[in-house]
Every structure is written in C-alpha cells, then in structure tokens.
C-alpha cells in the first residue's frame, strides 16, 4: 500500500502485481514464511508486512498483533487496519487507525486511512473532516485530495470535488484514475468535448486503460460523432467493459 501511494493509482505495474499475486493465491498458492523462535517485535512486523503483501490478510494480522504486544507501533496499526479493510471489517480497522493516529497526529496517511474506514461505515461527514485534516497536514498529496473528490462529488458537490481533482492533476499529470473521474464529471455536466479530450489524454497515457475507451466512445456518440465511435469501438470492442457505476 506504501508503494501504491508513492506510485500513485495511475501506476499499472503496480496493479498488475497486485493482479497477478490475487491470481496466484486464487490457484492455491501461499508463500510461507518462518519466525524466529523468540522474534522481535520489528521481525514480527517485516513478517506481518510480507503476509499483507502477499494478500494472507488473516495470517497478517496475527503477526503483526504478536508485535503489538511486544512494541506499540504506528506502522503495524496502519497495516492492520489496511489487513481489516481487505477482510470487510471497518469498525475493527477504524480502531487501528485511530490508535495510529494517537501516536502520530501530525501524519497525513493516518487520516487517509482512517477516512477509508469512515467511508466503508457511511460515515461521510468523518471521512471528509479526517481528509480535510490529511490535506491541512499536507496540502501537496494527490491521493487526499482525489479521495476527498470522491466523498465531495458523491456528496453531490460537483464544484468542490473538480477543484480537488484539478489540485491533484497540477501535482500529478498523469494521474489515471483522477483524469478518468474528472472526465466523468464533465460527462454527466454535459461537457462532452472536454470529456473526450480528457479520456483521450488517458488513452495516450495507457492505451490498455478500458475506462477511458469505453468514455471516450460515449462522449463521442453524445457528440453525433458517430463514425468516430465506431471506429473506436471496433478497436477494442471486445475488451469494453460494462458502463461502470458511480465517479
């Protein structure tokens, strides 16, 4: 998750190792990894780190709550409470979170996460603070401010949700999924053209990128352009996927 963030969602290698690791535990395989006797607190957590890696969720939290008991650390609330969201158990990793935030307040990502969790519970209004909070900390991360777009526009604040994506995009230009929701936001007001130009500008980032193509041959046949979009369609038509919900 660290490495997701320094990358940022636009990093398709990194989705892709997450893809394929999914793919091989679906196949039934598991990377076993041995502690020491009497491990350390800090081998407890590189352990505890590997597992969560490696999606052994569950396997994860054991280690890392073998670490606690030893230390309290930060980091090891973080990656479980990062654990408990992958396993659906928000209240549980909300708790984490705020414990991480007890010993490191001034820490951005620790309001990012806790804001995930808030999320998962329907709790808008705290996510938006705990982001809110995120961005005062630091007003320079893309991520923050894409999420705080997401809790902004499904709020129905269109205005402050594409000011954060503008924010994010003038830190971070090639950042995919941000283009794509700024796209759709112009999609849904009825800026077709500025639409197309932006998921146009995701395709020649990533030509692989499904989201983009399948917004781009919409805006397109809302524009009339019809012989357009169907030679867009034609290319890829085979990997469209369904009208996605949502931003």
């Given at each position: 998750?660290?490495a997701?963030?320094?990358?940022?969602h636009?990093s398709?290698a990194?989705?892709a190792?997450?893809?394929?690791?999914?793919?091989?535990?679906?196949?039934?395989?598991?990377?076993?990894?041995?502690a020491?006797?009497?491990?350390?607190?800090?081998?407890?957590k590189?352990?505890?780190?590997r597992r969560?890696?490696?999606?052994d969720?569950?396997?994860?939290?054991?280690?890392?709550?073998?670490?606690?008991?030893?230390?309290d650390?930060a980091?090891?609330?973080?990656?479980r409470?990062?654990?408990?969201?992958?396993?659906?158990?928000?209240e549980e990793?909300?708790?984490?979170?705020d414990?991480?935030?007890?010993?490191?307040?001034?820490?951005?990502?620790?309001?990012?996460n806790?804001?995930?969790?808030?999320?998962?519970l329907?709790?808008?209004?705290?996510?938006?603070?705990?982001?809110?909070?995120?961005i005062e900390?630091?007003?320079d991360?893309p991520?923050?401010?894409?999420?705080?777009?997401?809790?902004?526009?499904?709020?129905?604040?269109?205005?402050?949700?594409?000011?954060?994506?503008?924010?994010?995009l003038a830190?971070?230009?090639?950042?995919?999924?941000?283009?794509?929701?700024l796209?759709?936001?112009?999609q849904?007001?009825?800026?077709?053209?500025?639409?197309?130009?932006?998921?146009?500008?995701v395709?020649?980032?990533?030509?692989?990128?499904l989201?983009?193509?399948?917004g781009?041959?919409?805006?397109?046949?809302g524009?009339?352009?019809?012989t357009d979009?169907?030679?867009l369609?034609?290319l890829?038509i085979h990997?469209?996927p369904?009208?996605?919900?949502?931003?």
């Amino acid at each position: 998750d660290a490495a997701r963030r320094r990358l940022g969602h636009s990093s398709r290698a990194w989705q892709a190792i997450r893809v394929e690791i999914a793919a091989a535990v679906r196949r039934g395989w598991t990377p076993e990894w041995t502690a020491p006797p009497d491990p350390s607190p800090r081998e407890l957590k590189e352990l505890g780190a590997r597992r969560f890696f490696f999606q052994d969720f569950e396997g994860a939290l054991r280690d890392l709550g073998r670490a606690i008991e030893r230390a309290d650390d930060a980091a090891v609330r973080e990656l479980r409470g990062l654990a408990l969201i992958e396993l659906g158990r928000a209240e549980e990793a909300r708790l984490e979170f705020d414990r991480q935030i007890e010993l490191e307040p001034e820490s951005p990502s620790a309001y990012v996460n806790r804001s995930s969790a808030w999320k998962k519970l329907g709790r808008r209004a705290e996510a938006l603070a705990d982001l809110d909070r995120a961005i005062e900390i630091y007003p320079d991360a893309p991520t923050a401010l894409f999420d705080r777009a997401l809790v902004r526009l499904d709020a129905g604040d269109v205005s402050g949700g594409t000011s954060d994506l503008e924010r994010a995009l003038a830190l971070t230009p090639d950042y995919v999924s941000a283009l794509i929701t700024l796209g759709r936001v112009h999609q849904r007001q009825g800026r077709l053209e500025e639409a197309r130009a932006i998921y146009s500008q995701v395709r020649e980032i990533d030509d692989s990128e499904l989201r983009a193509t399948y917004g781009e041959v919409q805006a397109l046949l809302g524009l009339g352009r019809w012989t357009d979009a169907a030679k867009l369609a034609r290319l890829t038509i085979h990997r469209i996927p369904t009208s996605p919900d949502g931003y």
